[in-house]
């Protein structure tokens, strides 16, 4: 699915007045909500996410600088619980991609000419090999991401990075010790 | 490694808990945890799960802002002004910081407050230290030379739980403001026109650093401001050394150190300055000398010119939807833009020295028929300020409406909402879409710009108030 507007905050992906809630569950259906629906509730026909090509969609490709704004998890919470599982952009906000990331939704930044031709095929089959690093577009071409190593370690392996911190509890212990 | 260093490296040093490598980043201890209401409660809720305890209760500083109403709370009915969810997950916050035996400044407390006024305010916030905050505007505490910056819920916990953060270190951008700030330009319009100039992703990857002349004659509220936007630019914190402006603003407070600990601690201060030599990735120099007050027209910080500019053209797609959704034309000026609403209050601009300016404009006149203008302090300590100073009659005696302590009309979810179509001239760091309320249209402004339009009733350039 292909929302080519740059600068897409966390605003606009999850309006603040769905913040009160004190869980992550069931954020999906206010996920572009100002966008997706009209003041009366209505479903805005003109919308991306409300026509029949965005039907099953699990990849968002998103403008320059996607996720910029506010800090709130609750974006990448609502992508994923809409359906997506990946976002791909020129540029991803720096809060919105450790967020994103942390809950297992892969972000990944691209080339400008891939993101281009991605944005000018909209619902064409694409893969993601994280381990590889690789979009395999619809055409057959592969083309190259860079994702932090440790970032690619725990989406592959499904590493709990507070087990991670946990484990280093000496060396925190010896760090706090270090400074008093 | 270099033995010159910039004032972000020396305090990025100072903490490394385990260095990064290749394959890990580093683990980088956090001085000072401000918690609120709205991007915790998952984070105890797991630590619940756990069955984990907070590691520092000490080092955590936990209030309520964003989901709190701005009209008096002294029952649970009272915090219902703000809805029901809102009115539940204060009340969850309290919970959860009885329950893992944290101190909260709340209701009663007489400190409560936006997290980016309170920490600074009571001398939490000093220079040197890393600071956290489940909330993006963490920059602010930056311009105590704190290395600052905003986190996702999923950190919160792992910082509730080991006082830790997993991190690769960023890429360092020198801000240089060259000149001298023209009368009548604040410093929220100075950093309005940087975030112009490098754009909303100009900072993407760094941390900010502000230097120059013009950074170290600002006051500490003045320098909260511009650390505060350093996010709009897309840049998690920004910073500023500190100096004497710095150590007279945090002496006397009341987790400022006391005694041969303050002497100590000040003379560990005046180390956090980037050494001469020092490289940074990028560097950027402003000129500081023919700004003007500025004001956005679209829907990014961004898109912002100077009080006395055109609205300019561009192509874009996104371009053009911002500016339809803001009803602007190019080549008109923002001056003939009609007000609905001034907001003056926030994390950027709800201080002490914010709500004199606004004063000193509303001092012996009244705001415009049919516009609703909201004055509402950074914290509960500093309406306490202003009221002993009289501001809040002068604010009132205006016609506008002096609030209880929050965040308030800034994001529009706790009861201070804007409506649809509405203009409304804010103090706050964000004219995104809907930020204000469901069809808001938002121009960010300085206090003293959105006082001199509350009076006009349209856009307004406050110079002519002097």
Redesign the interface.
Same mark, same amino acid.
């Given at each position: 699915m292909v929302l080519?507007?740059?600068?897409i905050?966390t605003?606009?992906i999850i @309006?603040?007045?769905y913040?009160?809630?004190?869980? =992550?569950e069931g954020l999906g259906r206010h996920a572009f909500h100002?966008l997706r629906f009209d003041?009366d509730g209505n479903e805005n026909p003109d919308f991306i996410l409300n026509q029949p090509a965005a039907t099953g969609c699990s990849i968002l490709i998103g403008?320059?600088?996607f996720g910029?704004?506010?800090?709130?998890?609750h974006a990448p919470w609502a992508l994923l619980d809409y359906g997506f599982e990946a976002v791909i952009s020129t540029?991803i @906000?720096?809060?919105f991609r450790?967020?994103a990331l =942390?809950?297992g939704l892969v972000a990944i930044v691209i080339d400008i000419q891939t993101h281009e031709w991605l944005l000018q095929n909209p619902g064409s089959e694409i893969g993601i090999d994280i381990a590889a690093g690789t979009v395999t577009l619809s055409t057959g071409r592969l083309v190259d991401f860079a994702m932090?190593?440790?970032a690619r370690?725990c989406l592959l392996e499904g590493i709990d990075?507070?087990g991670?911190?946990?484990q280093?509890?000496a @060396?925190?212990e010896a760090?706090?010790e270090r400074r008093n | 490694m270099s033995s010159k260093r910039t004032l972000f490296q020396k305090v990025w040093d100072d903490h490394v808990v385990v260095a990064e490598s290749p394959e890990t980043p580093a683990i980088l201890y956090i001085d000072l945890h401000i918690v609120h209401e709205v991007t915790t409660p998952q984070a105890f809720s797991l630590l619940r799960e756990l069955d984990l305890p907070v590691h520092r209760p000490d080092l955590t500083l936990p209030t309520l802002d964003h989901s709190t109403p701005t009209t008096p709370v002294s029952s649970y009915e009272d915090l219902l002004a703000a809805g029901v969810s809102a009115a539940n997950q204060v009340r969850q916050m309290e919970k959860n910081c009885e329950e893992f035996g944290l101190d909260l400044l709340g209701y009663g407390s007489g400190k409560r407050g936006i997290v980016h006024v309170i920490g600074p305010e009571l001398g939490a916030t000093q220079p040197g230290k890393t600071i956290v905050c489940g909330d993006s505007h963490s920059s602010t505490h930056g311009a105590f030379g704190a290395l600052a910056f905003g986190i996702g819920t999923t950190e919160v916990g792992h910082v509730l739980a080991t006082q830790c953060l997993l991190q690769r270190a960023p890429k360092t951008l020198e801000v240089n403001i060259e000149g001298e700030l023209p009368d009548g330009v604040t410093a929220k319009d100075l950093i309005l026109a940087v975030i112009g100039q490098i754009g909303v992703n100009g900072g993407t990857g760094y941390v900010i650093e502000y230097r120059g002349k013009v950074i170290e004659a600002l006051d500490m509220d003045s320098r909260m401001t511009i650390c505060n936007m350093s996010i709009e630019a897309g840049a998690r914190a920004g910073m500023i050394a500190p100096d004497q402006v710095t150590f007279d603003y945090l002496e006397g407070r009341p987790r400022s150190p006391k005694g041969d600990e303050w002497n100590a601690a000040v003379k560990r201060w005046k180390e956090l300055r980037s050494d001469d030599g020092a490289k940074f990735d990028k560097s950027i120099t402003i000129h500081a000398d023919n700004l003007k007050p500025m004001v956005t027209f679209g829907t990014n910080p961004g898109m912002v010119i100077g009080i006395d500019e055109l609205i300019p053209s561009e192509n874009g797609v996104s371009f053009k939807k911002a500016l339809n959704y803001m009803q602007v034309e190019p080549g008109k000026s923002m001056t003939e833009i009609a007000v609905d609403i001034v907001f003056v209050g926030s994390c950027t601009n709800g201080r002490l020295s914010d709500i004199e300016e606004v004063a000193r404009i509303l001092s012996g006149r009244r705001i415009a028929d049919g516009v609703r203008m909201l004055v509402v302090p950074g914290s509960e300590l500093v309406k306490r300020a202003a009221e002993d100073r009289g501001l809040n009659k002068v604010i009132t005696a205006a016609g506008a409406e002096w609030r209880e302590a929050g965040c308030s009309m800034c994001i529009a979810m706790n009861g201070d909402i804007v409506k649809p179509g509405q203009l409304c001239v804010s103090t706050s760091n964000r004219n995104f879409e809907g930020r204000q309320g469901v069809g808001a249209r938002t121009v960010l402004a300085s206090p003293a710009t959105a006082a001199a339009s509350a009076v006009t009733g349209y856009v307004c350039d406050p110079r002519s108030f002097s």
């Open positions: 080519p507007n740059r600068d905050d605003d606009q @309006a603040a007045r913040l009160t809630t004190t869980t =992550k100002d003041k403008g320059n600088n910029c704004g506010s800090s709130r998890e540029e @906000a720096d809060i450790n967020n =942390k809950n932090d190593g440790f370690h990075q507070l991670f911190l946990q280093q509890s @060396a925190i760090f706090e | -």
